[in-house]
């Protein structure tokens, strides 16, 4: 495909706008409200014969406010797959299969996303059995139980892993009453109580899959009015629903927390230090600092990381990052440890290099070559359909247009060392901290 | 797509003096995808060193320069946002990385350098020979029972031959080699006639030529013959348990079939595969009788070609040819008190196929889908790239109208008898990672039914299955399963 600086096109009412200035996001595109609230967004792409849709909820584990229900927007991905009186599932993979396409699902902190990835002459069968599903899914007490046994599965194919049990501590430990306590998949006791839930099922559907929280990403070889024809005619007639969730605010950290994870089997020691950060925001530079940050001090070209990974060797994996999400969530640095004995040293040193950018601002070049490297990496991975569409899904997930990503890049290109310091003595501070360490049954590793 | 060589089958252990091989995609694209692939692997591994060729991969791709050290290797990259990565397998070993082209002339700098001038310096060797000792003991051993159940499948089916051990190794033999070991390896297998270029995009006209001309400062020597490889028997059904602490069991099982991509019974087997266990879709047969029907699990699949990290990944990853491959069936973890039903069904299923073959309905649907679906597997340029490399491995054409053309000639009879004669549901080779493995041989040899528990009504006719389910005889005798604590494997 061959990119060049485009303007955005606007083509519905909602939003008028039309700006020339220098975009990040190189593709042009449409979007569009439906009545009933529905948003459409259609990116033309140079893919030949390709279609990527996105259909993006805006419902996550966040939406999951009720004690006891969390895992419960990840569990409703799988429920979609279960079929209407039109299309029964069997129906629906027969479509599916027939249109040669690559087709999934996948739920997050803020989102529930479908894709599908097909040949474009069957864009109007996939719109259609899509919209069907949307408005029409049906399923028996049996087949919900059933699917249960499915979500259990997927609990138990990721509980190998000891991240999976960080990441899901970390978020219990640092979180009092926000969703973002739990992990999408859910507590397991909640995970394991599915099968009795059915009645709250048919709830969580109601409430959430209605057209205003919903939005359509269609990029790739298509004419965004013959996309528009086709949504207007199978999605037209989906009534727009009243509910709001109550998402507890959570309160101000007061003081330090640790938490310990003993791993029953041999692993690697990891360690996750954690504050509570903002909410991504495309209107203050704050997120956007904060999420430098973790790229400037912990990522494989900082200093941190020559000292414990390259020279030292006592550290073989170290990231950070600021999640990217609707509410204020965390702020997390992740090392896996060689050995045990070394996680106090591992630990000190990560709290001297945030307190070392909380008192010396960065380098000017320095914070110029992250910036460089987030452009660049964002816009090489829009290199086909699905890509491109999945990348605007993610943003849709949090300001529901495309139009975001610019003013997000934009924010970045106006960052200053004084701004990446201001945000890291704002956020990373002790009465705002979770550490959180995990330690296997007996020591391995390669030292 | 553009291939600078005749078309020669490199399987074959072609002798005298070979040049160097490009394979081009040139487009508009600001994207260039570079795939620098040596037709070397771990199959060239010294009996006493497996995980040479990937240590060796993996210390161009992670290590500085003879001029720069990693550290400024790792800063030049950064600002570009762009990598050099190395993945080795059996026979091929590939260098892939992107860059835009406003920085073509810095990354390929540095590409070049990394491949043709390595540092070899201690520090970086012992820090990746530390990464690739934990990537077994942590990130497969420890951390990852799927991938742990298919790579202990390959090894058993393997054993004795060149394909005999996982490509990154084992850990006392990494634990073992040494920088110099490395060099060795590097001076005999990186060589020109080893060497396939692979370059995607709108690179300039001249960029190509001026590869060639930096890449033939590699050895100019003959290939290296090959011994074929003909994995023993499986003469009857046969268990590996690898016992370790963990919630399921996962389970990998399969053959060695004599068929890969150019072979006349490979359309039809993809077809099968197609039909039986598409890799993460819901339409596959297996994924519907298991999961859909059942919920008794995440996710069940069948391959005829090697595929690893599928649980990261949508779709196969390309450079990863081999001239012997397996049919398998992947089972995702099951909870302990379904683990023996769930094996028994999948063979179940299995010998329904053999017996029943495929629909007609279904045939026509898995054709269809086939046909289109190629062109989500090479929807990126880098993808198209990779798998173009492939076709020139296996002497086949572009791999699309490969497809498209193997498809569309298929009757529904040859798939079927494609299926009788490379499939079978005797002599399997199985895998399972699983706690209790005491418990579950036990389960497995007996001949006592291992009924399931569901937690919700089943249709009348899924009851009447179960029941033939429950207790049919796998062929497992007790001696033929084996009990491996997982700290022994890959040790």
């Known amino acids: 495909m061959l990119w060049k600086l485009v303007c955005l096109v606007f083509t519905a009412g909602s939003i008028a706008a039309v700006s020339a200035q220098v975009k990040t996001f190189p593709f042009a595109y449409t979007q569009q409200d439906l009545s009933n609230g529905l948003r459409l967004?259609?990116?033309?792409?140079?893919?030949?014969?390709?279609?990527?849709?996105?259909?993006?909820?805006?419902?996550?584990?966040?939406?999951?406010?009720?004690?006891?229900k969390s895992g419960f927007a990840h569990l409703f991905e799988h429920m979609m797959f279960r079929g209407t009186a039109k299309y029964p599932p069997e129906k629906y993979n027969q479509v599916l299969q027939r249109a040669g396409a690559a087709s999934n699902a996948f739920t997050s902190d803020d989102l529930t996303a479908y894709y599908t990835t097909f040949s474009k002459e069957d864009l109007p069968a996939i719109l259609a059995m899509e919209a069907d599903r949307f408005q029409t899914l049906k399923y028996t007490p049996e087949i919900f139980k059933t699917e249960t046994g499915a979500v259990l599965g997927e609990y138990n194919k990721n509980s190998s892993d000891p991240?999976?049990?960080?990441?899901?501590?970390?978020?219990?430990?640092?979180?009092?009453?926000?969703?973002?306590?739990?992990?999408?998949?859910?507590?397991?006791?909640?995970?394991?109580?599915?099968?009795?839930?059915?009645?709250?099922?048919?709830?969580?559907?109601?409430?959430?899959?209605?057209?205003?929280?919903?939005?359509?990403?269609?990029?790739?070889?298509?004419?965004p009015k013959n996309v528009r024809a086709l949504v207007d005619q199978y999605w037209g007639g989906w009534k727009r629903g009243s509910y709001h969730p109550d998402i507890p605010v959570e309160p101000a950290q007061q003081g330090a927390r640790e938490n310990h994870i003993d791993w029953p089997s041999p692993t690697?020691?990891?360690?996750?230090?954690?504050?509570?950060?903002?909410?991504?925001?495309?209107?203050?530079?704050?997120?956007?600092?904060?999420?430098?940050?973790?790229?400037?001090?912990?990522?494989?070209?900082?200093?941190?990381?020559?000292?414990?990974?390259?020279?030292?060797q006592k550290v073989d994996t170290l990231s950070a990052s600021m999640a990217q999400s609707v509410d204020p969530n965390l702020w997390e640095v992740e090392a896996r440890v060689k050995s045990a004995s070394d996680l106090p040293y591992v630990r000190a040193?990560?709290?001297?290099?945030?307190?070392?950018?909380?008192?010396?601002?960065?380098?000017?070049?320095?914070?110029?070559?992250?910036?460089?490297?987030?452009?660049?990496?964002?816009?090489?991975?829009?290199?086909?359909s699905q890509s491109v569409a999945a990348a605007v899904a993610r943003y849709v997930a949090l300001r529901r247009s495309p139009d975001t990503i610019d003013k997000l890049y934009s924010l970045y290109s106006q960052l200053t060392p004084a701004d990446i310091q201001a945000a890291a003595r704002k956020y990373l501070t002790e009465n705002n901290r979770t550490i959180v360490t995990l330690t296997g049954a007996a020591e391995g590793g390669g030292k | 797509m553009k291939i600078h060589t005749p078309l020669v089958g490199l399987l074959l252990a072609v002798t005298g003096f070979a040049q160097m091989k490009t394979v081009t995609l040139p487009g508009k694209s600001p994207l260039i995808n570079f795939r620098i692939v040596l037709t070397?692997?771990?199959?060239?591994?010294?009996?006493?060193?497996?995980?040479?060729?990937?240590?060796?991969?993996?210390?161009?791709?992670?290590?500085?320069?003879?001029?720069?050290?990693?550290?400024?290797?790792?800063?030049?990259?950064?600002?570009?946002?762009?990598?050099?990565?190395?993945?080795?397998?059996?026979?091929?070993?590939?260098?892939?990385?992107?860059?835009?082209?406003?920085?073509?002339?810095?990354?390929?700098?540095?590409?070049?350098?990394?491949l043709l001038e390595p540092g070899w310096r201690e520090d970086d060797f012992q820090r990746i020979k530390d990464d690739t000792i934990n990537s077994l003991r942590v990130g497969l051993r420890g951390n990852n029972d799927e991938e742990l159940g298919k790579e202990v499948l390959y090894q058993t089916l393997y054993r004795g031959t060149a394909y005999g051990h996982y490509s990154s190794g084992t850990i006392s033999a990494l634990q073992k080699m040494t920088l110099d070991d490395l060099k060795q390896f590097y001076k005999q297998h990186y060589t020109q006639s080893n060497l396939i270029l692979g370059l995607a995009g709108?690179?300039?006209?001249?960029?190509?030529?001026?590869?060639?001309?930096?890449?033939?400062?590699?050895?100019?020597?003959?290939?290296?013959?090959?011994?074929?490889?003909?994995?023993?028997?499986?003469?009857?059904?046969?268990?590996?348990?690898?016992?370790?602490?963990?919630?399921?069991?996962?389970?990998?099982?399969?053959?060695?079939?004599?068929?890969?991509?150019?072979?006349?019974?490979?359309?039809?087997?993809?077809?099968?595969?197609?039909?039986?266990?598409?890799?993460?879709?819901?339409?596959?047969?297996?994924?519907?009788?298991?999961?859909?029907i059942r919920g008794i699990n995440y996710g069940d699949y069948a391959y005829i070609e090697y595929f690893p990290r599928g649980m990261n990944l949508m779709e196969p990853p390309p450079n990863i040819p081999r001239r012997?491959?397996?049919?398998?069936?992947?089972?995702?973890?099951?909870?302990?008190?379904?683990?023996?039903?769930?094996?028994?069904?999948?063979?179940?299923?299995?010998?329904?196929?053999?017996?029943?073959?495929?629909?007609?309905?279904?045939?026509?649907?898995?054709?269809?889908?086939?046909?289109?679906?190629?062109?989500?597997?090479?929807?990126?340029?880098?993808?198209?790239?990779?798998?173009?490399?492939?076709?020139?491995?296996?002497?086949?054409?572009?791999?699309?109208?490969?497809?498209?053309?193997?498809i569309a000639k298929l009757t529904l009879e040859q798939v079927n008898a494609a299926i009788r004669k490379h499939l079978r549901a005797?002599?399997?080779?199985?895998?399972?990672?699983?706690?209790?493995?005491?418990?579950?041989?036990?389960?497995?040899?007996?001949?006592?039914?291992?009924?399931?528990?569901?937690?919700?009504?089943?249709?009348?006719?899924?009851?009447?299955?179960?029941?033939?389910?429950e207790k049919l005889d796998l062929g497992l005798r007790p001696a033929d399963v084996q009990i491996v604590p997982v700290a022994q494997v890959f040790e």
């Open chain 2, 202 to 292: 709108g690179y300039p006209a001249n960029f190509l030529e001026q590869m060639k001309k930096d890449f033939a400062v590699l050895p100019a020597k003959d290939e290296t013959p090959v011994a074929a490889i003909r994995p023993e028997p499986v003469d009857h059904t046969r268990a590996v348990i690898v016992e370790k602490n963990t919630r399921s069991v996962a389970y990998s099982f399969g053959f060695p079939i004599d068929v890969k991509r150019g072979d006349p019974d490979y359309p039809a087997l993809l077809l099968m595969q197609s039909y039986l266990g598409p890799h993460r879709m819901s339409g596959g047969h297996l994924f519907q009788r298991i999961r859909e």
């Open chain 2, 426 to 469: 005797d002599r399997i080779q199985i895998v399972a990672v699983s706690a209790n493995a005491e418990q579950l041989k036990q389960q497995l040899v007996g001949s006592g039914p291992t009924p399931i528990q569901y937690n919700s009504a089943k249709p009348a006719d899924i009851l009447a299955e179960d029941k033939l389910v």
């Open chain 2, 40 to 114: 070397t692997g771990a199959m060239m591994d010294p009996a006493d060193k497996p995980g040479l060729a990937h240590l060796t991969a993996a210390m161009l791709a992670g290590g500085g320069t003879k001029d720069l050290t990693y550290k400024q290797v790792v800063d030049a990259m950064f600002p570009i946002a762009a990598s050099l990565g190395s993945q080795t397998d059996q026979e091929m070993t590939v260098f892939g990385g992107t860059t835009h082209l406003d920085n073509l002339p810095a990354y390929y700098k540095l590409v070049r350098s990394m």
């Open chain 1, 268 to 312: 690697l020691p990891l360690i996750d230090i954690a504050f509570h950060g903002p909410a991504y925001s495309d209107t203050s530079k704050e997120w956007a600092a904060l999420d430098a940050l973790a790229t400037l001090a912990f990522s494989r070209n900082s200093d941190l990381y020559e000292k414990l990974v390259v020279l030292e």
């Open chain 1, 163 to 223: 991240e999976e049990k960080l990441d899901e501590v970390l978020h219990d430990t640092a979180f009092d009453r926000h969703t973002y306590k739990h992990t999408t998949m859910g507590f397991l006791k909640d995970v394991q109580d599915m099968p009795s839930q059915y009645d709250y099922s048919l709830k969580f559907f109601d409430r959430y899959y209605r057209p205003e929280y919903t939005t359509i990403v269609v990029a790739g070889d298509v004419d």
């Open chain 1, 349 to 384: 040193q990560i709290l001297e290099t945030i307190q070392r950018f909380q008192n010396q601002p960065v380098a000017a070049d320095k914070l110029d070559a992250a910036k460089s490297r987030r452009r660049y990496a964002f816009t090489m991975g829009l290199d086909n």
């Open chain 2, 324 to 406: 012997s491959q397996i049919f398998q069936i992947w089972i995702r973890p099951v909870e302990p008190q379904a683990a023996a039903f769930t094996l028994r069904l999948a063979f179940f299923e299995l010998n329904k196929l053999i017996k029943d073959g495929i629909s007609a309905g279904d045939f026509n649907r898995t054709k269809e889908f086939l046909s289109k679906y190629v062109n989500v597997l090479t929807k990126t340029k880098n993808a198209e790239l990779g798998y173009a490399i492939d076709s020139l491995y296996y002497g086949i054409p572009d791999y699309n109208s490969y497809i498209k053309n193997g």
């Open chain 1, 41 to 68: 967004v259609t990116i033309p792409t140079d893919s030949p014969n390709l279609v990527s849709i996105y259909v993006v909820v805006q419902t996550g584990s966040r939406n999951e406010v009720e004690a006891g």
